[in-house]
């Protein structure tokens, strides 16, 4: 057994405390270990004997604490990779996911490195547009939530990355495109059901970035009824939606006269991101 405080004797106090809650205990402590000693993650394993001084272990049981009450790690170190690119999260923004990054990968199949107008609505930490904007420096993307923390978050990391093709606007799903029209807009749009039990495990984050209403839907189906007006001709719209949502998405897209209506699957083998093309 290594002594209680020491970078060991820490991690191995921390990988108990988490077991019951995380089903990655090890590397959760090693991360909040990391965090609360300022130091990468690579410094731990050669400083396993090294003694830690009093306020980096109040600080590490406090994060230790909060992790084991469920609180998410992005939020508890206040950053977060997407697209190999670090973000910085706050409880104001959803954390961004991995499979967000088909999406991703969906606009960039679609277009090539050209000159494009481009618009990510309901950007959070700015995940999208700014994955789009860094792999494809000639196109013009427009970022735009609701919320002004969220788009606080997003013109952040846009700074912290350099990022200088990407604008941002406040305002409601399509209203900040008012006049203009794009040859691709993405979202990642709110799609929990209001009761869906899984709400409780996201409990931690924003509301109004998981839920659009009681059927889960409401943000979609609006995104593809309003969206047309804002498709140059050819233009393409990518939308992540839940699991099970595939087929009503799928429907309202042929429903509104939207061509070329194609469904992609996550690694996980799940419907989650569908594009379509205005004719
Ligand atoms: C699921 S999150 C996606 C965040 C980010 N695009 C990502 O993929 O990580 C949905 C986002 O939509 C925003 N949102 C919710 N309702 C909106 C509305 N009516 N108009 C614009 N944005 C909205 C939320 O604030 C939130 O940032």
Redesign the pocket.
């Known amino acids: 057994m290594a002594a209680p405080d020491t970078v060991r004797g820490l991690l191995e106090r921390g990988w108990a405390q988490l077991v019951g809650s995380s089903e990655s205990s090890r590397l959760d402590a090693e991360i909040l270990l990391a965090h609360a000693l300022r130091r990468p993650r690579s410094y731990l394993p050669a400083h396993d004997n090294v003694p830690v001084e009093e306020a980096t272990i109040a600080r590490y049981q406090s994060l230790l604490a909060r992790a084991a009450q469920g609180e998410p790690l992005a939020y508890l170190t206040g950053e977060r990779e997407?697209w190999s690119l670090p973000l910085t999260v706050t409880p104001d923004?959803?954390?961004?996911?991995p499979e967000?990054e088909l999406?991703v990968e969906r606009c960039l199949a679609l277009r090539d490195a050209a000159p494009a107008a481009v618009a990510?609505?309901?950007?959070?930490?700015?995940?999208?547009?700014l994955a789009l904007a860094v792999e494809r420096p000639l196109w013009h993307v427009m970022a735009?939530?609701?919320?002004a923390s969220?788009l606080q978050v997003a013109r952040g990391n846009a700074e912290r990355l350099g990022a200088r093709n990407v604008y941002f606007s406040q305002?409601?799903?399509l209203?900040?495109l008012q006049g203009r029209q794009f040859d691709l807009i993405v979202?990642?749009?709110?799609?929990v059901a209001a009761h869906d039990p899984a709400l409780h495990a996201l409990r931690y984050e924003?509301a109004?970035?998981?839920t659009?209403g009681v059927s889960g839907l409401e943000?979609l189906r609006?995104i593809v009824l309003q969206a047309p007006a804002h498709l140059l001709p050819g233009g393409w719209l990518v939308l992540?939606h839940g699991a099970g949502q595939a087929a009503e998405v799928a429907g309202s897209l042929v429903d509104a006269g939207y061509a070329r209506v194609r469904c992609y699957a996550d690694l996980a083998g799940r419907d989650r991101v569908t594009e379509a093309q205005w004719p």
């Open positions: 997407f923004v959803l954390i961004p996911r967000t999406a990510d609505l309901g950007t959070g930490s700015g995940a999208i547009a735009t939530d609701c919320d969220a305002g409601d799903w209203g900040p979202s990642n749009p709110p799609y924003p109004a970035a998981l659009p943000a609006r992540e």
